[in-house]
């Protein structure tokens, strides 16, 4: 059966990038979340196995968001995503329980690397 993704960035281009890059390879995007507050919602509504979260967001930036979702499932998988200068966020992340970290813009090998090192 293939993984359930959950998707979230507020840049509707960024969800579609990323989306397609999943979807040729198998994965079943199950939602998107185009916020912090969007992305808890909608884990728990599908409960995926995996989350791309960006981090720079408005209404709830991708750490609360990360950590909110933990507090409801500490096995949750979740993958960061950032722009480039973004290192001390995604040390936050980390050390907040992100599973790993993709930088934008996606290149589609290291969105794959990091889903199946994640997954496995």
């Known amino acids: 059966m293939a993984h359930r993704i959950l998707i979230v ?3 509707a281009f960024m969800r579609m990038m990323i989306k397609d890059i999943l979807s040729k ?3 079943d995007v199950v939602a ?3 916020d912090g507050q969007q992305a808890v919602e909608k884990y728990k ?5 995996l989350v791309t979260m960006d981090i720079t967001m ?7 968001a990360l950590k909110e ?6 096995a949750a998988k ?12 995604v040390i ?3 050390q907040a329980g992100a599973k790993d970290f993709i930088v934008k813009p996606f290149q589609a090998d290291r969105v794959l690397e990091a889903i199946s090192k994640t997954l496995s």
């Open 69 to 74: 979702i933990k507090k409801m499932n500490p």
């Open 92 to 94: 936050d992340a980390i």
């Open 25 to 27: 390879n198998g994965y």
């Open 78 to 89: 979740i993958i960061m995503c950032s722009a480039m200068g973004q290192q001390a966020m």
């Open 45 to 49: 509504e599908h409960q995926p196995d």
């Open 9 to 11: 960035d507020d840049a």
């Open 58 to 64: 408005p209404e709830m930036d991708g750490i609360t």
């Open 32 to 34: 998107e979340a185009a």
